[in-house]
């Protein structure tokens, strides 16, 4: 068992079921799958894999990360939920992290963040942009100008997977950062979330 302190990290905010579990600076197990459906039983479950794998327990866990959007409104609802159970269950802390920071990390300069929002859609985030220092939602055709590359969807891929970028950052913040993590829409869902069955709690 790993003697650095322990962040189980995840992501449910797009088409897929994402988690990484960090070590001090190390990256011990990391998976992502592909799904557009099924994630809030799917979640959990990989996460306890992950942590066999290695010989860990939920008990040993430092902190919880969580991305916390935006993407798909559902897929966000389970991951913050099941974060902050797990985090109240287990007397640790937990921390969002948003999509924009997590496809920013390793990145040095001026950058532009894109998540897919479909419909021909993107969410964008400038960093070291000051004109698009605040998220918001705009035409993937239209973007307004912005200083260096475009990261993420429609742009090139990120240094670090997003699952593993989110443990980084919740691992550099979880002793500063006592809220609670919430979810960051950027536009009214689609259709009413669908009934999911609540997480299962490890363990």
């Given at each position: 068992m790993p003697d650095a302190p322990l962040v189980l990290a995840f992501d449910t905010s797009a088409a897929h079921c994402a988690a990484a579990l960090l070590s001090g600076d190390h990256i011990l197990?990391?998976?992502?799958?592909?799904?557009?459906?099924?994630?809030?039983e799917r979640l959990l479950v990989?996460?306890?894999e992950l942590l066999a794998a290695q010989g860990c327990s939920v008990g040993a866990l430092s902190a919880i990360g969580v991305g916390v959007g935006p993407g798909n409104f559902t897929g966000i609802r389970i991951?913050?939920?099941a974060a902050r159970g797990l985090a109240l269950g287990l007397g640790?802390?937990?921390?969002?992290?948003?999509?924009?920071?997590a496809l920013r990390l390793g990145m040095d300069g001026p950058c532009a963040c894109a998540v897919d929002a479909r419909r021909d859609q993107l969410?964008?985030?400038g960093f070291e942009n000051p004109a698009l220092a605040e998220p918001a939602l705009y035409p993937?055709?239209?973007?307004?100008p912005f200083e260096g590359p475009l990261i993420g969807?429609?742009?090139q891929a990120p240094v670090h997977p997003v699952a593993e970028a989110i443990?980084?950052?919740?691992?550099?913040?979880?002793?500063?950062?006592?809220?609670?993590?919430?979810?960051?829409?950027?536009?009214?869902?689609?259709?009413?979330?669908?009934?999911?069955?609540?997480?299962?709690?490890?363990?």
């Open positions: 197990a990391s998976a992502q799958e592909e799904m557009a459906k099924g994630q809030a990989l996460c306890q991951s913050v939920s640790i802390p937990a921390v969002g992290v948003s999509l924009f920071e969410y964008l985030q993937a055709e239209a973007l307004p969807a429609r742009g443990a980084r950052l919740a691992a550099q913040r979880y002793a500063t950062t006592p809220e609670r993590p919430a979810p960051l829409y950027l536009k009214p869902a689609d259709a009413a979330p669908a009934r999911d069955p609540g997480p299962l709690i490890l363990t």
